[in-house]
């Protein structure tokens, strides 16, 4: 399983121990039909998550700081839900695991009590699960590392045969196109090993679904489920009446009087975090749905300014409402019991910039309902809000100003509403900003069929700015997990292009592209591309041979160079694309496109 984020991988390994731990123990109960092998999933993410190896989850193990263990990103037994203590991390330099100390639990009461779950690379490497979550950065790895070649095909293993890839969607721009070059080599290395995967892609927003997926994955698309004879019920799914399911309302709010965007949030936000006090104050699910107002942000530098918003301005006209609410109802005979009091706000964020540990505690106070201890009062959001959390509790939102896409309004505003309790959504709009115009113009007809206004992908993986950085990447990437003799990192050396079965490779390679991007004008440059990097690589071996040097992949050993090798790759700023090795190779998918400042000057008439 793909995910582009790397909390929302998080999120779902979660979600995915409970299953495993069921089929587990349903195999343990039923050894002789289901095999020996026991079922396991496993979280394989950037180190910046996750511990990458032994070591580092020994170290941090030993450090016996219970705050240090986010990077083990599971806190509990999955199928007990008793918390976990240090004890319960069992590392060594050779090795991690989870296991459970509950004697009442299925697991922790058996013999040496380990869960069927690991989130450390090397014990992924070790043992590969039967499921494996991950992002796609982790493509990347494939070109300079050989441990991922355990997943594909080692000691019996079998390769995945069924990927399943979600919020399709996300799988566009400048990511789109490098991720749809390693899927080229992903499929290749399969194709070789005569496993033909069934792909399964999951979106609620997308459109020309069937280029990006030819493009993605070089297959023909089926949609499902399959649309069916009435409209309304489907088999599938099935419209229901909004008085048994009462969804979600969305309100346009432009206020035409104040001099900045940051006025009318203050009017917005102080009466909507008031409100659900005054008006449920006896009715504790109405109140605890309405209580946690969600704040949606398009940019960092928004969400900055709107956090210094919250703490000053809007607790003073908060003051101010209940001050006059307070005088109206002083006459009332039970004034006491409904006098509105002080609110303090406990104020989160949610962004990319902080630690997936920050953003994840913030998810678990969510859950939080008002009375209890840490619950949010405010959670001001980025698009990172869009994708993945799922608590039901939420149901009121603020989207400050109209997001770029449809696809991100959709995804974003849908986060509340979810349970029993409707949903609201209020859309603050800017009078400066003419797109906020338009869209409030148009606010019924536009929100009638917002899905027909969800526009369309776009990756472009064959084009010449996308080869440049990565064509290399993918026949290395391919021979490397698919020829014999080349998997090692100092096996760069034995690469021979006459060889029968890197002929092979290297055709298999080129059908990949083409089934993927009819125009031959650009796949004749593709196949080009593909050729030089193997002359290049040929060349490379012969000065090595010439000089009495030896070719790796990679010729840094734990962080040093070994200045005895010849290097194949390089680091992706030392070097410049398309010339001769080391070939400047990605690490990550995080940051594909340089930032550049571009200075402007007026000229003179």
Known sequence: MRYTLRLLSSQQFLRATKVICALELIRKENVSELGKDQFSVGLWVGGGVTP?????AFKIKREDDIDRFGPFILHECPWCSVTFKATNYVSTESSF?????????DFGSVEGNILPC????EALYKEPPSLLIATVDKFARLTWSDKPYCFFNKNGNR????IIQ???????????SIVGLYEVAIDSILANLKVYPKYIASTATIKNAKEQVKLLFGREMNIFPPSGLRENDSYFARTISINKKPGRMYVGFLDHHSKSNKESLVQIASTTLLAPNVLFSSEQDLLDSWWTQVVYHSSLRELGVNRTVYQENIPKAMEKIIERINTINKNNEDFSSKKIPSRKLNIKTLNGNQSPKHNQTVFDHLDLSKNQENSVDVALCTELISVGVDVDRLSLMIINGQPSTTA???????RVGRSDIPGLVFVNYYRSQSRS?????????YHDSFYRYVEPSSITPFTYQARSRAIHAVVISTIRHSVTGLLSNHDAINFDPESDHIKRVIKQIKNRCAQANNNKAVISEVNKNIDDVVNTWSQMISISKTNRRRLAYDNKVNGEIDKSLDSLLCNFDDGDYFNAPPWPTLNSMRNIENISAIETKKLNE
Do not use: M, R
């Not at 695991?97 to 639990?105: A, D, E, V």
């Not at 115009?437 to 007809?445: A, D, I, R, T």
């Open 159 to 162: 390769p995945p045969e069924l």
């Open 437 to 445: 115009l338009s869209h409030y113009e148009n606010f019924k007809s």
């Open 97 to 105: 695991h989870f296991t459970c100390s509950n004697k009442h639990c």
């Open 166 to 176: 979600d919020e399709l969607h996300l799988i566009s721009g400048a990511l789109g």
């Open 52 to 56: 990458n190896t032994f070591y580092q």
């Open 408 to 414: 991100e309004y959709i995804q974003a505003s849908s």
């Open 118 to 121: 690991n989130v450390v690379d």
